[in-house]
Nanobody, 122 residues
């Protein structure tokens, strides 16, 4: 499985972005997740979605601003980010195949994309 993240860019605070994660192989039965890593910070959990839905989990900081979804027919996961803040500036990574108990943990995922940069100016 190869993951390709896209959709990042430079936006202003308050704007929205939609990230996409396209998978080359079948991921329809995998948990898919988004993580992010800001400058000098650890990679942190953003969101994860189970293959069948509707179970979606979000990091504590999201507070209703982000929405994760997936289209199994297209092997693609999405992250809709609204009301962006400067502290959301980071490289956003998608991941697939949570094999551990904790799908909010980076170490639980078997596949990673290359990341897409999101920069939010204040």
């Amino acid at each position: 499985v190869q993951l390709q993240a896209s959709g990042g860019g430079l936006v202003q605070a308050g704007d929205s972005l939609r990230l996409s994660c396209a998978a080359s192989g079948r991921t329809s039965r995998y948990v898919m997740g988004w993580f992010r890593q800001g400058p000098g910070e650890e990679r942190e959990f953003v969101a994860a979605i189970k293959w069948g839905g509707p179970s979606i989990y979000y990091g504590n900081f999201v507070k209703g601003r982000f929405t994760m979804s997936r289209d199994n027919a297209k092997n693609t996961a999405y992250l809709q980010m609204n009301s962006l803040k400067s502290e959301d500036t980071a490289i956003y990574y998608c991941a697939a195949q949570c094999v551990g108990r904790d799908c909010q943990a980076r170490a639980s995922y078997g596949y990673w994309g290359q990341g897409t940069q999101v920069t939010v100016s204040s």
